[in-house]
């Protein structure tokens, strides 16, 4: 923590400084391209993806080490009747995670990534928005930190993903505080509430955003207002990815708005970032084109737990891989005049 004082100082230092692209590395990476058995410009956004990778590495486009990232808590908001599933499946899908039997062991399987699940304090979920602070500074910088900490085992390509019953209610917050617009704009079934759910869903958005409204223009305060530890962390992990030269895939509507506070307080800090997936929760779009970004794909799938940005890491691995691996048109012995 700061000798000065406050916990979050540090992150607000830290999102200041943040190390930009490396041009250098992105330069060599396009003169190779232009040397490939193939018409200029023909890999589409695979090229474009090649280039981001030596950006944000600073090296050669390759990807040897990719790893899922899933961050699991439990959520207060959950006693307003926000979800039809009860909190206790937040530890439970941590248990099948461990167990190989959710969906994204098995994309991880088929696309050869690594997955470390990490769960923060599931027997203490935070406390319930519509009432008071989800955290206190302290637990949601420590909690920040725990998620810069979980990269630290090395990866080359991280993908970040969730579990949490209750946590669409609190991306759908955090979007309305970061965004304006009404509950209804942001607010989408999750795992499938309808009906009364859903008009809990909105109402609990609306008193929650209203309650902390004189504290919301710091996006740090909407973090630990209106977020959640699994929000936290995927925040810390994404930022010290930044700071390790690692890039990031951000996974669905629940990874999206961690990644929103941290462009809110500085907007160059999701350069690194691709969005994997565009999720069927109807405010997702709306909250990518905030982020001036392009998703990589559109499956009409709305799960979490990373499955968006496990299956945009398959494409970013063949982009590396054919980058590193054509040949040259002098290697192949192909004319490349036309
Ligand atoms: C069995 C099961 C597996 C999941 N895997 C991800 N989620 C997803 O659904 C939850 C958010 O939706 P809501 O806000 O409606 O509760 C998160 O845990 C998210 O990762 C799941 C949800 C369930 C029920
Ligand atoms: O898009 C997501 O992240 C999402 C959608 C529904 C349920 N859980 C997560």
Redesign the pocket.
């Given at each position: 923590m700061s000798a000065s004082g406050l916990p979050f100082d540090d992150f607000r230092e830290l999102l200041r400084n943040l190390p930009g692209p490396d041009s250098a590395a992105v330069a060599a990476a396009r003169a190779r391209d232009a040397q490939l058995t193939k018409p200029p410009g023909s890999l589409g956004r695979l090229e474009e993806i090649a280039f981001w990778l030596s950006a944000w590495t600073g090296r050669a486009p390759a990807v040897t080490r990719p790893l899922v990232a899933?961050f699991?808590g439990n959520?207060g908001v959950?006693a307003q009747g926000?979800?039809?599933?009860p909190s206790s499946?937040?530890a439970?899908?941590v248990e099948?995670f461990a167990a190989g039997g959710?969906?994204?062991n098995q994309i991880c399987v088929a696309y050869d990534l690594g997955l470390k699940v990490f769960d923060l304090a599931l027997e203490y979920p935070t406390a319930d928005i519509t009432q008071e602070a989800a955290l206190s500074e302290r637990d949601c910088a420590a909690t920040m930190a725990f998620g810069m900490e979980a990269v630290a085992g090395g990866t080359d390509l991280l993908c970040i993903?969730?579990?949490?019953?209750?946590?669409?209610?609190?991306?759908a917050a955090i979007n309305l505080a970061l965004y304006g617009g009404t509950a209804a704009d942001w607010v989408g079934?999750?795992?499938?509430?309808e009906g009364e759910i859903l008009a809990r869903?909105i109402q609990a958005v609306d008193r929650a955003v209203a309650l902390h409204r004189d504290h919301l223009s710091d996006p740090l305060e909407v973090l630990r207002r209106l977020g959640g530890r699994e929000i936290a962390a995927m925040a810390g992990a994404i930022l010290a990815a930044r700071m390790q030269k690692i890039p990031v895939i951000i996974d669905?509507y629940?990874a999206t708005s961690a990644a929103a506070i941290l462009k809110a307080v500085n907007p160059a800090a999701l350069d690194h970032c691709l969005i994997g997936h565009v999720s069927a929760e109807p405010g997702h779009m709306k909250a990518i084109d905030r982020l001036g970004k392009t998703p990589l794909l559109a499956l009409g799938m709305?799960?979490?737990?990373g499955?968006g940005a496990a299956l945009a890491a398959g494409i970013v691995k063949a982009a590396a891989a054919c980058h590193g691996g054509m040949a040259t048109f002098a290697q192949a012995g192909v004319s490349n005049k036309a």
């Open positions: 899933i699991a959520h959950t926000v979800t039809p599933f499946v937040t439970q899908m099948n959710a969906a994204i993903g969730e579990m949490g019953i209750g946590n669409t209610t609190i991306a079934p999750g795992t499938g509430a869903k669905g629940v709305r799960l979490g737990e499955t």
